[in-house]
């Protein structure tokens, strides 16, 4: 077993859920978070509720371009580089800084800490979003990546770094490319989320183009073991795809979140918003020859999972 663990983003919507697995295993974990505003900063305390009262987690209120990451560092023995300055709708315009300094600066600096500490592995928590648009379906990691979003833009950098401090410094990096995360604990501005709480609300539910696009739906649960398969990996593979085996339409999604959860739909349709691509679809055969992986959870499922979540949270915080 690993010593310490280092989980960056540990307030959010995955670090969270990694952490409370890593420290439910019996690993001494070690988190860390700004607790920016990009949405309500009560949703990310009440994630890392539970985690404060176990004494096997230390968590530190920082920035990672502020800290000391040697000293953070040091007796680290893994680090899960979960923390981003995420979505894609805001990366345009003025709050591009903030991309920059959240996701290529703080990258930069984590792996220039870690290059001379003896880490056996750097898990680094990439997106899709570095594909851009394809009709190359389904995305392999093979595939030249054209990122169309200044988010995609920083996660594709950020990969860059992890892999050229593998190369010329040994860093144990692994990438891992998420496919549309979902499930208890999703962002606010994320689409089910939304869909969610609006239609809890009674209030309109938009969709921003048409509905036919579609995504690869990854359920938070099959992410995680993901990440606990990367830490164990001794492979020479460094980018892996981690989808959910669940790609549909939007306007597909809705119906399941009416016929399978009972929600009432008044469906908007908007126009779509630049950056956002038509379609995404994992080829997962990598991750499921090196890393085991094996997706799990269905759609109509996680949705139902998440719907009560969704409902729990508006009792405690309200209409967050």
């Given at each position: 077993?690993p010593?310490?663990?280092?989980?960056?983003?540990?307030?959010?919507?995955?670090?969270?859920?990694?952490?409370?697995?890593?420290?439910?295993?019996?690993?001494?974990?070690?988190?860390?978070?700004?607790?920016?505003?990009?949405?309500?900063?009560?949703?990310k305390?009440e994630?890392?509720?539970?985690?404060?009262?176990?004494e096997?987690?230390?968590?530190?209120?920082?920035?990672?371009?502020?800290?000391?990451?040697?000293?953070l560092?040091?007796?680290?023995?893994?680090i899960?580089?979960?923390?981003?300055?995420?979505?894609?709708?805001?990366?345009?315009?003025?709050?591009?800084?903030?991309?920059?300094?959240s996701?290529?600066?703080?990258?930069?600096?984590?792996?220039?800490?870690a290059?001379?500490?003896?880490i056996r592995?750097?898990?680094?928590?990439?997106?899709?979003s570095v594909?851009?648009?394809?009709?190359?379906?389904?995305?392999?990691?093979?595939?030249?990546?054209?990122?169309?979003?200044?988010?995609?833009?920083?996660?594709?950098?950020s990969?860059?770094?992890?892999?050229?401090?593998?190369?010329?410094?040994?860093?144990?990096?692994?990438?891992l490319?998420y496919?549309?995360?979902?499930?208890?604990r999703?962002?606010?501005?994320?689409?089910f989320?939304?869909f969610?709480l609006?239609?809890?609300k009674?209030?309109?539910?938009?969709?921003?183009?048409n509905?036919t696009q579609t995504?690869?739906?990854t359920?938070?649960?099959?992410?995680?073991?993901?990440?606990m398969?990367?830490?164990?990996?001794?492979?020479s593979?460094?980018?892996?795809?981690?989808?959910?085996?669940s790609?549909?339409?939007?306007?597909?999604?809705?119906?399941?979140?009416?016929?399978?959860?009972?929600?009432?739909?008044d469906?908007?349709?908007?126009?779509?918003?630049?950056?956002?691509?038509k379609?995404?679809?994992?080829?997962?055969?990598?991750a499921?020859?090196e890393?085991?992986?094996?997706?799990?959870v269905k759609?109509?499922?996680g949705?139902?999972y998440?719907?009560?979540w969704v409902g729990?949270?508006?009792r405690?915080?309200?209409?967050?």
């Amino acid at each position: 077993m690993p010593g310490k663990i280092l989980v960056t983003g540990a307030a959010g919507f995955i670090g969270s859920h990694l952490c409370e697995r890593l420290v439910k295993e019996g690993y001494d974990v070690v988190g860390v978070d700004s607790l920016t505003d990009y949405y309500d900063v009560r949703i990310k305390r009440e994630n890392l509720r539970e985690l404060k009262g176990n004494e096997k987690f230390t968590y530190y209120e920082h920035s990672l371009n502020d800290m000391d990451l040697g000293s953070l560092i040091g007796e680290v023995d893994v680090i899960f580089h979960q923390a981003a300055q995420a979505g894609v709708r805001a990366s345009w315009g003025n709050r591009f800084e903030e991309y920059i300094d959240s996701n290529i600066r703080a990258t930069q600096r984590l792996c220039e800490a870690a290059k001379n500490h003896p880490i056996r592995r750097f898990v680094f928590a990439s997106s899709s979003s570095v594909y851009g648009e394809t009709t190359n379906l389904p995305m392999g990691e093979t595939q030249l990546p054209k990122p169309v979003s200044p988010y995609g833009v920083t996660k594709l950098a950020s990969e860059n770094l992890c892999l050229l401090y593998k190369k010329n410094y040994n860093l144990p990096a692994v990438c891992l490319r998420y496919f549309t995360v979902y499930g208890p604990r999703q962002r606010p501005d994320m689409a089910f989320h939304k869909f969610i709480l609006r239609a809890m609300k009674g209030k309109p539910v938009e969709i921003y183009g048409n509905g036919t696009q579609t995504r690869d739906f990854t359920y938070i649960d099959d992410v995680i073991e993901a990440n606990m398969s990367a830490m164990a990996y001794n492979g020479s593979e460094s980018v892996f795809n981690i989808g959910g085996g669940s790609r549909v339409s939007l306007n597909s999604a809705l119906d399941i979140l009416h016929d399978c959860c009972n929600l009432e739909l008044d469906v908007r349709y908007k126009d779509a918003f630049k950056g956002d691509v038509k379609h995404t679809y994992a080829d997962i055969a990598l991750a499921q020859r090196e890393l085991n992986y094996k997706p799990k959870v269905k759609l109509d499922q996680g949705l139902a999972y998440e719907v009560e979540w969704v409902g729990r949270l508006i009792r405690k915080l309200g209409d967050s």
